[in-house]
């Protein structure tokens, strides 16, 4: 199993300029989550999905971050336009739900500068 | 009170050591919980999960104690290894499975 997959690893971009992250779940996980890593604020839950539905966005922090998971295979965070205040590490993770809370399994995840 | 608490360190100990993290939680409703390790500049990695009063795994015991709502992670002879971030992990109330992480506590093993 190739675990959770996120692209870019590394992303440097000017502020104001469109940024989109991805991440590929593990095969026939059921539910995905994005979170934000500072060394400020920790580790965030921004979203989770459930069987590609998002069920809390209540933790993306402004109009100008939005996700979709259009399968079960593909999930994308997109920030327009991006400020240097969003530079921080961005994980996605995914997990199989189940009667029981299964653990996350995260991806790499994406470094991103906002100069 | 925030949903999930830890100090955040470090905890500076010695090779051999033993030593043990806590972790506050708001939610009284919650019924597992997650140990995760987090090294310098990578992914978060399950350690341990607990779903009753405690687990033990090698060195790593982890325990909850409901009635003061913490649980705590205990690490027994101390490697260099187990050098990293422990981060304290929190299902949060409403049924979907919506983890909460605690900011974490560092920990440094020294020689």
């Not at chain 1, 993306?60 to 969003?86: C, G, H, V, W, Y």
């Not at chain 2, 090294?39 to 999960?49: A, I, Q, T, V």
Request: aromatic share 10%; glycine share 8%.
């Amino acid at each position: 199993d190739a675990g959770v997959i996120q692209s870019p690893r590394h992303e440097v971009t000017e502020m104001g300029q469109e940024v989109t992250l991805r991440c590929k779940p593990i095969s026939g996980h059921n539910s995905l989550f994005w979170y934000r890593q500072t060394m400020m604020r920790g580790l965030e839950l921004l979203i989770y999905f459930n069987n590609n539905v998002p069920i809390d966005d209540s933790g993306m922090p402004e109009d100008r971050f939005s996700a979709k998971m259009p399968n079960a295979s593909f999930s994308t965070l997109k920030i327009q336009p991006s400020e240097p205040r969003d530079s921080a590490v961005y994980f996605c993770a995914s997990s199989q739900q189940g009667r029981r809370n299964t653990e996350a399994f995260f991806g790499q995840g994406t470094r991103l500068t906002v100069v | 009170r925030k949903e999930v608490e830890q100090d955040p360190g470090p905890f500076n100990v010695p090779e051999g050591a033993t030593v043990a993290f806590n972790c506050t939680y708001s939610n009284s409703a919650s019924q597992s919980f997650f140990w995760y390790r987090q090294d310098c500049r990578k992914e978060p990695k399950l350690l341990m999960s607990v779903y009753s009063s405690g687990n033990e795994d090698g060195r790593f015991t982890a325990q909850l104690n409901r009635a003061s709502q913490y649980i705590s992670l205990l690490i027994r002879d101390s490697k260099l290894s187990d050098s990293a971030t422990y981060l304290c992990v929190v299902p949060k109330r409403g049924g979907f499975q919506k983890l909460v992480f605690g900011t974490g506590t560092r920990l440094l093993v020294s020689p």
